[in-house]
């Protein structure tokens, strides 16, 4: 089974919600599933479009850019539009049978 999980942000920061979501990935993988992860652009220290911690890899979004981006309540739609680009980009190469959209993505 492949699964796509959406995600806020992800470890390595540090968060009940970054730990809750690394228990998850570590017991989907022991059942033999394959999981994948994707982060908006509010994980705000991605180095780049792909990166792995802790054997897990993690597919980051890009920062929204445009005037848009700064200003209030228009930069969170602007959040949703790229991590939708992302998904555009990953979801054919992947082709996951489940999207495990996690809170608040």
């Keep these: ?7 806020d942000h ?5 968060s009940g919600y970054t ?3 690394r228990a998850i990935l ?4 022991q059942l033999g599933w394959q999981t994948f992860h ?7 220290v991605a180095k780049a479009s792909v990166e792995t911690v802790d054997g897990l890899d993690f597919y980051r979004s ?3 850019a445009g ?14 539009q790229s991590l939708s680009k992302r998904l ?14 996690h809170s608040p993505a």
Excluded: Y
């Design 1 to 7: 089974m492949k699964i796509l999980h959406i995600l």
């Design 26 to 29: 570590e017991q989907q993988r």
């Design 62 to 64: 890009d920062e929204p």
């Design 10 to 14: 992800s470890i390595p920061l540090h």
């Design 88 to 101: 555009d980009e990953i979801i054919p190469l992947i082709k996951p049978e489940i999207l495990h959209a």
């Design 67 to 80: 005037p848009c981006s700064k200003l209030l309540g228009f930069n969170q739609w602007s959040i949703v």
């Design 38 to 44: 994707v982060t908006s652009a509010k994980h705000s």
């Design 19 to 21: 730990f809750r979501t």
